[in-house]
């Protein structure tokens, strides 16, 4: 079984530039999370998808960044502009139907902001 | 506003004897926790999770110990080796009003390393 797929690996922009992340989930999965993870912290949940609707956006800098999963498989997450402090690595998860409780992580995209 | 906590950083241990990982939650509405490995460069990986209807949950090397009136939980495994050496989060979760996949809050991560 394939695992989850993001890109690109790593990233480098300048602020105020704007960037895209993709990822796929594994195959069957209806629901997909984006996550935000900081250099010492742990992993924040952006923005969570069930099939094509969002689920939970609450913590989403929504002036900022932006998310899509418009057929209910892949998904992008945008940021523009970029600030400094977005530098993270962004963390995609799928995870199956209802009553299934554990998530399967994507490998990241690592962001550098300048 | 860390909802779920983990104290120590970092964490050596000997090859062969027990690490004991630690964690500590506030919100007492989380219901499910697990504890989630992550070698650099990859994403985390789930290892062992507990409902908060139990108190102890094992599989094979690694155990999970829930103290509920504590609010606290920690991750037992025993013998060390050195593919052991990552970073351990806990991580817990509360059902949301209207699907049944729960939101994970995670915490900080503790690195072991386990020294041969």
């Known amino acids: 079984e394939a695992g989850v797929a993001q890109s690109p690996r790593y990233k480098i922009i300048e602020k105020r530039q704007s960037v895209a992340f993709w990822c796929n989930p594994i195959?069957?999965?209806?629901?997909l999370y984006w996550y935000q993870q900081i250099l010492g912290q742990g992993p924040k949940l952006l923005i969570q998808?069930?099939?094509?609707?969002?689920?939970?956006d609450s913590q989403l800098p929504k002036d900022r960044f932006s998310a899509e999963r418009l057929k209910g498989v892949d998904s992008t997450l945008k940021i523009q502009p970029a600030k400094l402090e977005d530098s993270a690595v962004y963390l995609c998860a799928s995870s199956g139907l209802a009553g299934v409780e554990t998530q399967y992580f994507g490998p990241g995209t690592r962001l550098l902001v300048l | 506003d860390q909802q779920v906590k983990q104290n120590s950083p970092s964490l050596s241990v000997q090859e062969g004897r027990i690490s004991i990982l630690n964690c500590d939650y506030t919100?007492?509405?989380?219901?499910?926790f697990l504890w989630y490995k992550k070698y650099p460069a990859e994403g985390p990986t789930f290892l062992i999770s507990i409902s908060s209807i139990k108190d102890k949950n094992e599989d094979g090397r690694f155990t999970v110990f829930l103290n509920k009136s504590a609010k606290h939980l920690s991750l037992h495994i025993v013998p060390s080796q050195p593919g052991d050496s990552a970073v351990y989060f806990c991580a817990a979760s509360f059902p949301l009003p209207n699907f049944g996949n729960e939101k994970l809050t995670f915490g900080t991560g503790t690195r072991l390393t386990i020294i041969p």
């Open positions: 998808f069930q099939n094509n609707g969002v689920v939970d």
């Open positions: 195959s069957g999965h209806a629901t």
């Open positions: 919100n007492s509405m989380f219901d499910y």
